[in-house]
């Protein structure tokens, strides 16, 4: 046995061929961003795009959230046609939005419209983070404010859920503009008895998380999004204090009182179904 072990017999390792490397079809497998597991991409979906190994979520699109969420065929789109300009006349930010809605099939970084849950009829808001970032420009304040009017005018809860590195610096004071527009929007909900529930999903930064975010009638989040305002290192620059490992993070607010509940994804529709009930009368 050891003799065999330490013979100096030739061993192969066999490289698949390039013919075999095209016959496994593109998008087959999706490999986890925290574990690393390899997954069928179709059981991946089926399962909400959270890893059944380390419990992971992934981040969704708009569209895929809506059909998570949403009875089949009860969504209503608003506004799906408004679509943002270059007011300061930024350099290169009119390619940029081009080339997001040719990648993304979206006109925007929100997607707005009417549903029902379980039959509960909603107004729903759901920023998508693969255009710009889900970054909050003047047509991602509009369509928001929008929706939260017609929340107001139908009499329907307002479900918004957000995924957005913050203000979009290329509308510049413009964009800064829409956290006070929204918030005010949503004060007007408020005074109307409206429901409003605010759900933070990864990431959830900057201007948004400090506007219209943290305002909801109940605050929920997604097991390891990041939520916060000013990015780590410059609040430990700032302070000079090392911060612990899971700050900013969604378990860490729900510790320190900044959120009402972290809810997993497969929760998710049966608690919101739950919380509509409540404020359904009788």
């Known amino acids: 046995m050891l003799k065999d072990l330490f013979s100096k017999k030739k061993r192969y390792a066999t490289i698949p061929s390039e013919r075999a490397k095209q016959e496994v079809?593109?998008?087959?497998?999706?490999?986890?961003?925290?574990?690393?597991?390899?997954?069928?991409?179709?059981?991946?979906?089926?399962?909400?795009?959270?890893?059944?190994?380390?419990?992971?979520h992934h981040r969704m699109s708009a569209y895929e959230r809506i059909e998570s969420l949403l009875d089949?065929?009860?969504?209503?789109e608003y506004d799906k046609d408004l679509i943002g300009k270059n007011p300061l006349n930024f350099p290169g930010y009119e390619e940029k939005l081009i080339a997001d809605r040719k990648k993304t099939k979206l006109n925007e970084a929100v997607v707005t419209g009417e549903g029902t849950?379980?039959?509960?009829?909603?107004?729903?808001?759901?920023?998508?983070?693969?255009f710009r970032m889900g970054s909050m420009g003047t047509v991602v304040g509009e369509k928001i404010t929008r929706a939260?009017?017609?929340?107001?005018?139908?009499?329907r809860p307002l479900l918004l859920f957000t995924a957005s590195g913050g203000a979009r610096m290329q509308e510049g004071v413009?964009?800064?503009?829409?956290?006070a527009k929204t918030s005010s929007a949503l004060q007007m909900l408020n005074r109307s008895g409206g429901l409003y529930i605010s759900i933070m999903?990864?990431?959830?930064?900057?201007?948004?998380?400090?506007?219209?975010?943290?305002?909801g009638d109940y605050n929920f989040a997604e097991p390891g999004a990041l939520i916060g305002f000013a990015g780590r290192r410059i609040i430990e620059q700032t302070t000079r204090q090392e911060l612990p490992e899971d700050f900013q993070t969604a378990e860490f607010l729900l510790k320190h009182g900044q959120l009402d509940r972290?809810?997993?994804?497969?929760?998710?529709?049966?608690?919101?179904?739950?919380?509509?009930?409540?404020?359904?009368p009788s």
């Open 25 to 56: 079809p593109e998008g087959l497998m999706t490999k986890c961003q925290n574990c690393g597991t390899i997954l069928y991409t179709k059981d991946f979906k089926k399962n909400l795009q959270v890893c059944p190994s380390c419990g992971h």
């Open 72 to 76: 089949e065929n009860s969504f209503t």
């Open 117 to 130: 849950m379980n039959s509960y009829p909603v107004v729903i808001a759901i920023m998508d983070s693969r």
């Open 148 to 155: 939260i009017e017609q929340a107001i005018e139908l009499k």
């Open 174 to 179: 413009l964009s800064l503009m829409q956290m």
């Open 201 to 215: 999903t990864h990431p959830t930064t900057g201007g948004v998380s400090a506007s219209f975010a943290s305002l």
């Open 262 to 280: 972290v809810i997993p994804r497969h929760e998710m529709k049966d608690t919101l179904t739950k919380i509509l009930d409540m404020h359904t």
